[in-house]
């Protein structure tokens, strides 16, 4: 199996099944500075990521937005002077899904 920021992104879909606590806590050991939160019950992979500026962070943040639009699978992004908080999550399955740890990993390529 090739690296997760590697692997595709399949769109997602109201059926896709939800990871379990097992395979989120597994998954989670491949996207290193990426917690789990809860947000209303719903699990989220969240992580910071710190830049020297504004202009920074926000290039960041476009072009993680770009990423999200080539696959049509969207994060919530926070942007501030010197640091972005990407969550990703799949709104369909209010939970986590496969393609919410590619994005993480490719989103780590991107700010790493
Ligand atoms: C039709 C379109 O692909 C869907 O509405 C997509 C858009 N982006 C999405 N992004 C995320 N994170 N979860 C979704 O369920 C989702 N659905």
């Known amino acids: 199996m090739s690296a997760l920021h590697e692997q595709t992104c399949e769109a997602c ?3 896709a099944a939800k990871l379990t606590k097992t395979e989120i806590d ?6 290193p ?8 019950g719903i699990p989220v992979l969240t992580r910071e ?3 020297k500026n504004f202009a920074e962070a926000l290039t960041f943040t476009n072009q993680v937005g770009d990423l999200a ?3 049509q699978h969207h994060p919530k ?3 501030e002077y010197g640091k972005v908080t990407v969550d990703w999550w799949t709104h369909k ?7 919410d740890f590619i994005m993480a990993a490719k989103t780590s390529k991107l700010g790493d």
């Open 13 to 15: 879909s109201a059926d």
């Open 26 to 31: 597994k998954h989670a050991t491949d996207v």
């Open 33 to 40: 500075g990426w917690t789990v939160k809860s947000v209303e």
């Open 49 to 51: 990521f710190e830049f």
């Open 69 to 71: 639009e080539e696959v």
């Open 77 to 79: 992004i926070v942007t």
């Open 93 to 99: 399955i209010k939970g986590l899904h496969k393609n």
